[in-house]
């Protein structure tokens, strides 16, 4: 089992940065794919990028490729979430989470999940 428990969120302007850490207990950490999700208020959680554990290959939504970048340190197990050029509507919940799949794109391929970190873009 993993257990996992974000940081790093708080209160931004538009424009500015952030970097979430995720912090994983469990010594397989490097054998699995970690994820991070995000809520908004009355909106499903949807994927925002992925890190996986084979080959460190990752994914990012749309709206995050070119501005957020995942990043891993199995060593620390621990996954990053750098954020840049920050948007109010990236205003939500992040929520890291551990797969077991390869392909985790998915919010159901995810079995672990951390309680979430709230961020808050102003504008």
């Known amino acids: 089992q993993v257990q996992v428990v974000e940081s790093g969120g708080g209160l931004v302007q538009t424009g500015g940065s952030l970097r979430l850490s995720c912090a994983a207990s469990?010594?397989?950490?490097?054998?699995?794919?970690m994820g991070w999700f995000r809520q908004a208020p009355g909106k499903e959680r949807e994927f925002v990028a992925s890190n996986r554990w084979s080959d460190g290959i990752t994914n990012y939504a749309d709206f995050a490729t070119g501005r957020f970048t995942i990043s891993r340190d199995n060593a620390k197990n621990t996954v990053y979430l750098q954020m840049n050029s920050l948007k109010p509507e990236d205003t939500a919940v992040y929520y890291c989470a551990a797969s077991e799949l390869l392909i985790a794109t998915l919010k159901e391929a995810y079995d672990y999940w951390g309680q979430g970190t709230q961020v808050t873009v102003s504008s």
């Open positions: 469990g010594r397989t950490f490097s054998r699995y794919t």
